[in-house]
């Protein structure tokens, strides 16, 4: 009886030692929020694309390491990353200093600045403050929501994702939306549903963001994968193709 208690536990161990130990084996999973073409987004056929789902596989292809990726919701993708549910996070991240006390970022891959995406008809919005008294619209949690924030003269509005933003102000609930410049020309120039109504008229802010991979405080062995990945493609030509393909200019 002890005998037979011994040797099975011999195997649990066992087990469970090789099941610890499968993690690089396995790979990497990042986590996105398919809500920002041409970033990421799901495509008509229901597949989600973009830039930086391009980009994971690119960096899979040339490191030889598995990359894969999860869509999920943008208010829970960073507590999502603090409690291992996946490695790293590829979704238009904007590196900040408070950012940078919870977790690790790679080398920039795209810079942005916060546009102001409005009906053509509103031209006149070509700056923070020509949206004094203005309803703004925001994705919550974004840098363009945190730069609405510095100004008390603009009235925001927060909404889970930047399409129903978008989708209110042509309804005419807002006067204007502010959000990541290649999220706006998107909508303006690769979106026949919009490009004749939309305009970016103008810039919410003068800092010009890094956008880059957020992966977990201290992973720096993923975090140099990346690294060494995204070097690769920039040396190869590879990333340029990229932003070609994406319109990311």
């Known amino acids: 009886m002890k005998k037979t208690f011994l040797v099975l536990l011999a195997l649990i161990c066992s087990v469970t030692l090789f099941a610890s130990g499968a993690g690089e084996d396995d790979g ?3 986590a996105t929020n398919a809500n920002w073409p041409p970033l990421e987004y799901v495509d008509e056929n229901g597949d989600i694309v973009g ?3 391009d980009l994971i596989k690119a960096m899979s292809e040339v490191t030889g390491v598995p990359m894969d990726y999860v ?13 291992g549910q996946y490695d790293g996070i590829t979704s238009g991240v904007t590196v900040t200093e408070e950012r940078k006390q919870t977790i690790d970022f790679s080398q920039t891959i795209y810079q942005v600045t916060q546009s ?11 700056d923070a403050r020509s949206l004094f008294g203005k309803t ?22 927060a ?8 989708e209110d102000m042509i309804n005419g609930n807002s006067d204007a939306v502010v959000c990541d410049s290649v999220i706006a020309s998107d909508y303006v120039l690769a979106n026949e549903n919009y490009r004749e109504m939309l305009a970016v008229t103008g810039t919410a802010s003068d800092t ?4 880059a991979i957020a992966v977990e405080k201290g992973n720096s062995e993923l975090l140099d994968l990346i690294n060494s990945a995204v070097d690769t493609l920039r040396e190869s030509g590879q990333l340029e193709e990229l932003y070609a393909k994406w319109n990311l200019i």
Do not use: C, R
């Not at 909404?159 to 978008?166: Q, S």
């Open 28 to 30: 990497y999973t990042f």
């Open 51 to 53: 830039f930086e789902i």
């Open 71 to 83: 869509n999920t919701s943008w208010d829970t993708i960073f507590a999502g990353l603090a409690n």
């Open 116 to 126: 102001i995406l409005t009906l053509k008809e509103n031209a006149d919005l070509t």
């Open 136 to 157: 703004v619209g925001v994705q919550m949690g974004t840098t363009g929501h945190f730069a609405m924030e510095e100004y008390p003269e603009i009235e925001i509005k």
């Open 159 to 166: 909404y889970e994702d930047i399409a129903l933003a978008i």
């Open 208 to 211: 010009v963001e890094d956008i």
